[in-house]
């Protein structure tokens, strides 16, 4: 939270178009660095000196992992094993049917096929393994970790890793929930021009109302609404430290709402949703992934406290970056919204958003449990509002 005052000041330089010229995303660390003494910089690039208020052991995740934090904390309290930890908290999220971001109930592709996507880093043995498009294994994170441990291959995707992972032992099974499949005949029905009714006709209503034929099913309708209109995306990142300063982390994710057939996101791609680099720390991602790909989010974040950021400015200059491919261009980004997580080999965490608040208004938080309990804590944020209405 240091430089808060400094930050706001340099986004409402930004959103007033004053910085559009001028700053880079260089340009608002180096004014961050004059005033900070500890700083100096080195080829160009700030290096500060390292935080020291982290606590290890300690666990951070999107917010959708907070109640299984403490399952992660006691595994690490344990047996310290970060990556048995790590997956303790977002298995049960993949396994949920109500999270429709991640794993079984994940919202579908456009043809109504889950194609899940997600991978796992080790700092230890500086091993990694990934899955993309994958279909019919609800937890995409636990094949990513048997590719990781079984083969001398990094990323499986399509077929052959659904393939592999029925080899493995893993039990194909329908991801579709009844929800999530009403939701996508729903959003069919919007979609197709020729021979469907668009979203505010009334045909839409009737056969809104058709589908969700059951009062259980009726309750639906609002959410379904909204998905249909605006597709979500949604995913959970995970990221351990041990008491020995061991690390570990995972992303995991259903992708984007309706997306093409075969669409692999930021979240199975190592450097963009997931990067761990044992002498360092680690970083991850959840929001629109295309944008954290264009700048290999989750490498840079680990890189820039490489060079001596906390945990929340490095996130900070990931958005940055972002920010400076749409020329700050507010009307653009509010068309998304991105998130970087970071925790450091001394366990101090830290984690930015582009936009401030969720779809309901209120400010976002991550999770963490750092040996006490697991709360939410807010994010930096970039820019004041709502992002994310494609
Ligand atoms: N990053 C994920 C993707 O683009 C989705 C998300 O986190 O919301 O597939």
Same mark, same amino acid.
């Given at each position: 939270?240091? +430089?808060?005052?400094?930050?706001?000041?340099?986004?409402?330089?930004?959103?007033?178009?004053?910085?559009?010229?001028?700053?880079?995303?260089?340009?608002?660390?180096?004014?961050?660095?004059?005033?900070?003494?500890?700083?100096?910089?080195?080829?160009?690039?700030?290096?500060?000196?390292?935080?020291?208020?982290?606590?290890?052991?300690?666990?951070?995740?999107?917010?959708?992992?907070? &109640?299984?934090?403490?399952?992660?904390?006691? !595994?690490?309290?344990?047996?310290?094993?970060?990556?048995?930890?790590?997956?303790?908290?977002?298995?049960?999220?993949? =396994?949920?049917?109500?999270?429709?971001?991640?794993?079984?109930?994940?919202?579908?592709?456009?043809?109504?096929?889950?194609?899940?996507?997600?991978?796992?880093?080790?700092?230890?043995?500086?091993?990694?393994?990934?899955?993309?498009?994958?279909?019919?294994?609800?937890?995409?994170?636990?094949?990513?970790?048997?590719?990781?441990?079984?083969?001398? #291959?990094?990323?499986?995707?399509?077929?052959?890793?659904?393939?592999?992972?029925?080899?493995?032992?893993?039990?194909?099974?329908?991801?579709?929930? =009844?929800?999530?499949?009403?939701?996508?005949?729903?959003?069919?029905?919007?979609?197709?021009?020729?021979?469907?009714?668009?979203?505010?006709?009334?045909?839409?209503?009737?056969?809104?109302?058709?589908?969700?034929?059951?009062?259980?099913?009726?309750?639906?309708?609002?959410?379904?609404? &909204?998905?249909?209109? #605006?597709?979500?995306?949604?995913?959970?990142?995970?990221?351990?430290?041990?008491?020995?300063?061991?690390?570990?982390?995972?992303?995991?994710?259903?992708?984007?709402?309706?997306?093409?057939?075969?669409? !692999?996101?930021?979240?199975?791609?190592?450097?963009?949703?997931?990067? !761990?680099?044992?002498?360092?720390?680690?970083?991850?991602?959840?929001?629109?992934?295309?944008?954290?790909?264009?700048?290999?989010?989750?490498?840079?974040? !680990?890189?820039?406290?490489?060079?001596?950021?906390?945990?929340?400015?490095?996130?900070?200059?990931?958005?940055?970056?972002?920010? &400076?491919?749409?020329?700050?261009?507010?009307?653009?980004?509010?068309?998304?919204?991105?998130?970087?997580?970071?925790? +450091?080999? =001394?366990?101090?965490?830290?984690?930015?958003?582009?936009?401030? =608040?969720?779809?309901?208004?209120?400010?976002?938080?991550?999770?963490? #449990?750092?040996?006490?309990?697991?709360?939410?804590?807010?994010?930096?944020?970039?820019?004041?509002?709502?992002?994310?209405?494609?």
């Amino acid at each position: 939270m240091e +430089n808060w005052t400094r930050r706001k000041f340099c986004v409402s330089a930004v959103a007033g178009g004053i910085a559009a010229s001028a700053s880079s995303a260089f340009g608002a660390i180096a004014a961050k660095a004059e005033e900070n003494p500890s700083s100096k910089f080195v080829n160009g690039n700030v290096l500060r000196t390292a935080a020291t208020n982290g606590k290890r052991p300690c666990i951070i995740s999107a917010l959708n992992g907070l &109640h299984h934090l403490d399952a992660g904390m006691q !595994v690490l309290h344990a047996t310290g094993d970060t990556m048995d930890a790590v997956l303790a908290v977002v298995t049960p999220v993949e =396994d949920d049917p109500n999270d429709n971001t991640v794993g079984y109930g994940g919202l579908p592709n456009e043809d109504g096929v889950v194609q899940l996507d997600a991978c796992v880093m080790h700092g230890p043995t500086r091993k990694c393994g990934a899955v993309g498009a994958i279909e019919k294994i609800k937890n995409p994170a636990k094949v990513a970790r048997v590719i990781m441990e079984r083969t001398n #291959h990094t990323f499986l995707v399509g077929e052959g890793a659904t393939k592999f992972a029925i080899d493995e032992g893993f039990n194909p099974m329908n991801l579709l929930t =009844d929800k999530s499949r009403l939701a996508w005949l729903a959003w069919k029905a919007q979609s197709s021009k020729d021979w469907r009714p668009g979203l505010d006709s009334p045909e839409f209503n009737k056969e809104l109302a058709e589908l969700l034929d059951t009062p259980e099913r009726e309750a639906w309708a609002p959410w379904i609404r &909204h998905v249909v209109a #605006h597709p979500p995306t949604g995913t959970i990142n995970c990221l351990a430290v041990n008491e020995k300063g061991e690390m570990s982390g995972v992303t995991t994710t259903s992708g984007l709402a309706w997306k093409i057939s075969g669409r !692999v996101g930021d979240s199975p791609i190592i450097g963009a949703g997931l990067f !761990v680099d044992q002498e360092v720390g680690g970083a991850g991602s959840t929001g629109r992934g295309e944008e954290n790909i264009k700048i290999a989010g989750g490498h840079t974040v !680990v890189e820039m406290m490489r060079r001596g950021m906390s945990p929340a400015d490095a996130c900070m200059e990931a958005l940055h970056r972002v920010v &400076h491919n749409y020329e700050f261009d507010k009307s653009r980004l509010k068309l998304f919204d991105l998130q970087f997580y970071a925790l +450091n080999k =001394d366990g101090v965490h830290g984690a930015a958003s582009l936009w401030s =608040d969720g779809e309901d208004g209120h400010s976002i938080s991550y999770a963490v #449990h750092d040996g006490t309990e697991a709360k939410a804590v807010p994010f930096t944020p970039m820019f004041q509002g709502h992002g994310g209405d494609y």
